[in-house]
């Protein structure tokens, strides 16, 4: 995993995990990184793994990963930590009406944005990490980890 510290968390790579577990724990050592601003674009199929390395993120902020859920309907969950945590879900949603969920003003804080199917963005926003989760076989996946231009 590479870092650079100047602002947010920059990682990259390749990680294949053999768990629910270790997807959470490679969450994790992500989230302990994050010193400011950042917003992570989750890709994966339905039950890859987006959630559960959410729930990792959200503990190395030093959020309960309990208190954890897909925003599938409520689409924005808000969690206080080190910094603010907007949990998106944007399956459900309609281009037309992503507008309405302040998603600029979440980029703009001092906050992490984690977006699950980032894809639906128009654009990704610059500096954005795009993290890819791709089933390998019931217990594996592959997470690709890859940091947006700034």
């Known amino acids: 995993m590479n870092e650079n510290t100047g602002g947010h968390a920059r990682v990259s790579g390749e990680f294949v995990t053999h768990s629910d577990l270790e997807t959470f724990e490679l969450g994790s050592r992500v989230g302990e ?6 917003i992570f674009l989750l890709h994966g199929d339905l039950g890859a793994g987006k959630t559960v390395f959410t729930k990792g993120l959200a503990a190395g902020l030093g959020i309960d990963p309990i208190d954890v859920t897909s925003p599938s309907f409520t ?56 993290i890819n989760i791709e089933y390998l076989s019931d217990s594996e996946r592959r997470v690709t980890i890859a940091v947006g231009s700034s």
């Open 75 to 130: 689409l924005v969950n808000i969690h206080e930590g080190r910094f603010r945590l907007y949990h998106v879900d944007l399956y459900r949603i309609e281009s037309s009406a992503r507008r309405d969920l302040g998603l600029e003003e979440m980029f703009d804080e001092d906050a992490v944005t984690v977006i699950e199917w980032g894809e639906r963005l128009q654009t990704s926003p610059p500096g954005a990490v795009e």
């Open 33 to 38: 990184t994050i010193s400011g601003n950042a």
